[in-house]
């Protein structure tokens, strides 16, 4: 039996992290985040206290000169398949795991998605399903402030400006492209209230028939 992939697209701070989080601990999915490729790249270069502008930057360097599916790609690589009895059997390995844990390995969520080519590339995935997670940007901005993550903008003014670029709004083709992902998802989560009712939304989701 394949695994079950679920991809997770939003804009920034819609609560992604919230929804992997879950569906890890509660749910029993391993994840990957796409953005970790960029997050390791610019830690090998001895960047350590970059910002949300040097990972769109890099992101969207490594599509223009690779593709615009590249971090799909790369993050594939962290997957083997072996062929059982003439049935292509895909089983996820993730860095850091035992052989005995890829083999249980059952449910993978991926996160960090962020261009159509992407979202393509992963619907080569048995069993893929794109997720998307919508909030109101007065909600995600206060949700960005609190967090405090060192590469996130401070002030509404930078929000905007990063918010709009990731969301794909004058950008090319290999830049980044959310708000084009959310359109292709094959489910959506609404994610303005508190924690409980995010649980009861993605309790809702998976129990539903298209899943």
């Not at 970059?50 to 993050?75: I, P, S």
């Not at 918010?163 to 992902?181: E, F, H, L």
Request: glycine share 10%; aromatic share 8%.
């Amino acid at each position: 039996m394949h695994p079950i992939f679920f991809g997770i697209v939003g804009q920034i701070a819609s609560g992604k992290g919230e929804v992997v989080k879950i569906l890890t601990e509660k749910y029993g999915f391993v994840s990957f985040n796409l953005s970790s490729i960029l997050h390791k790249i610019l830690e090998e270069k001895g960047i350590i206290n970059f910002t949300r502008v040097d990972l769109q930057d890099l992101g969207d360097k490594l599509r223009k000169e690779e593709g615009e599916g590249v971090l799909a790609k790369r993050a594939i690589k962290y997957f083997c398949h072996s062929r059982v009895g003439g049935n292509l059997d895909w089983i996820p390995v993730f860095m850091g795991m035992t052989k005995k844990q890829t083999k249980m390995t059952k449910k993978v969520v991926i996160e960090g998605i962020r261009n159509p080519a992407e979202v393509k590339f992963l619907r080569t995935l048995p069993n893929f399903k794109l997720i998307a997670v919508k909030a109101k940007k007065a909600v995600r901005f206060r949700r960005l402030r609190k967090r405090g993550k060192s590469w996130d903008p401070k002030t509404w003014k930078d929000f905007l400006v990063v918010d709009r670029r990731d969301k794909g709004i004058g950008q090319k083709g290999y830049g980044q492209q959310v708000g084009k992902c959310v359109k292709m998802a094959d489910e959506k989560i609404q994610n303005n209230g508190n924690l409980k009712k995010l649980e009861s939304n993605i309790s809702n989701l998976l129990s539903s028939s298209s899943l």
